[in-house]
T-cell receptor, first 115, second 109 residues
Framework: IAGITQAPTSQILAAGRRMTLRCTQD?????MYWYRQDLGLGLRLIHY???????GKGEVPDGYSVSRANTDDFPLTLASAVPSQTSVYFC??????????????FGPGTRLTVL | GQNIDQPTEMTATEGAIVQINCTYQ??????LFWYQQHAGEAPTFLSY??LDGLEEKGRFSSFLSRSKGYSYLLLKELQMKDSASYLC??????????WGAGTKLIIKP
C-alpha cells in the first residue's frame, strides 16, 4: 500500500441499505477525514478524526458514522442510504491537525449511487 | 458564516499566463491552500500560504493578502495538462479546511 486506498471504487446501492466505505492509509498520519464532493459544491467535511480513538462531526454528518480503532483505518458507514447521499466520497489524511501545516493527502475516491 | 469564493470556470491559451482568484471569510485563519484536481481524480496539493506575499514553485505561484481575505494562484507557461479544477481552501480557527467549489480551467491550443 502506498498512500491512501479506498474501497470500493464505485457502488450502486438500493435506498435503505447499509454500506461501509473503507479507507486505509500507510503514512502513519494522525488525522483522517471523510469528504463528499457534489457538482457545483466544494468538498464538504462529513467526519474527521484527530487521532486514533477520537472522532468529530464535520459540516454534514447526518446519516453517516465513523470509527477510528487504529491509526491506519477510518471506515465511513451509511446506516440506511438515501438518494441524497449519491456523491463522490474522498478520504484524506494529514500528519497533524494542529500546527502551521496541515496538507491533506487524498484517496482516489468512491463513487456512490443510491437508487 | 464561512465562505470561499472563486470563479466557476476560466479559459486560457496554451503557453499563456492565468490568474485564479479566491476570496475567503472564515472564523479565524491558519493558512490558505490550493489544490489541483483533474477530472475523475483526487485533489492533489499545490501550495500553502500563511504569511502575506508570493510563494513561487516552478510554473505555479500563490499569493496571499490576509488583510483583504484574498489569494490568487498564478500559472505560467500553460500546458494542456494544466486543464483541471483548482480548489482554494482556507484553514479556520479549528484547523478545519473550508473549501471553495473550485475553478475549472480550460486550456485551448
Amino acid at each position: 500500500i502506498a498512500g491512501i486506498t479506498q474501497a470500493p471504487t464505485s457502488q450502486i446501492l438500493a435506498a435503505g441499505r447499509r454500506m461501509t466505505l473503507r479507507c486505509t492509509q500507510d503514512m502513519r498520519h494522525n488525522a483522517m477525514y471523510w469528504y463528499r464532493q457534489d457538482l457545483g459544491l466544494g468538498l464538504r467535511l462529513i467526519h474527521y478524526s484527530n487521532t486514533a480513538g477520537t472522532t468529530g462531526k464535520g459540516e454534514v454528518p447526518d446519516g453517516y458514522s465513523v470509527s477510528r480503532a487504529n491509526t491506519d483505518d477510518f471506515p465511513l458507514t451509511l446506516a440506511s442510504a438515501v438518494p441524497s447521499q449519491t456523491s463522490v466520497y474522498f478520504c484524506a489524511s494529514s500528519d497533524s491537525i494542529g500546527g502551521d501545516y496541515n496538507e491533506q493527502f487524498f484517496g482516489p475516491g468512491t463513487r456512490l449511487t443510491v437508487l | 458564516g464561512q465562505n470561499i469564493d472563486q470563479p466557476t470556470e476560466m479559459t486560457a491559451t496554451e503557453g499563456a499566463i492565468v490568474q485564479i482568484n479566491c476570496t475567503y471569510q472564515t472564523s479565524g485563519f491558519n493558512g490558505l491552500f490550493w489544490y489541483q484536481q483533474h477530472a475523475g481524480e483526487a485533489p492533489t496539493f499545490l501550495s500553502y500560504n500563511v504569511l502575506d506575499g508570493l510563494e513561487e514553485k516552478g510554473r505555479f505561484s500563490s499569493f496571499l493578502s490576509r488583510s483583504k481575505g484574498y489569494s490568487y494562484l498564478l500559472l505560467k507557461e500553460l500546458q494542456m495538462k494544466d486543464s483541471a479544477s483548482y480548489l482554494c481552501a482556507a484553514l479556520d480557527s479549528n484547523y478545519q479546511l473550508i473549501w471553495g467549489a473550485g475553478t475549472k480551467l480550460i486550456i485551448k491550443p
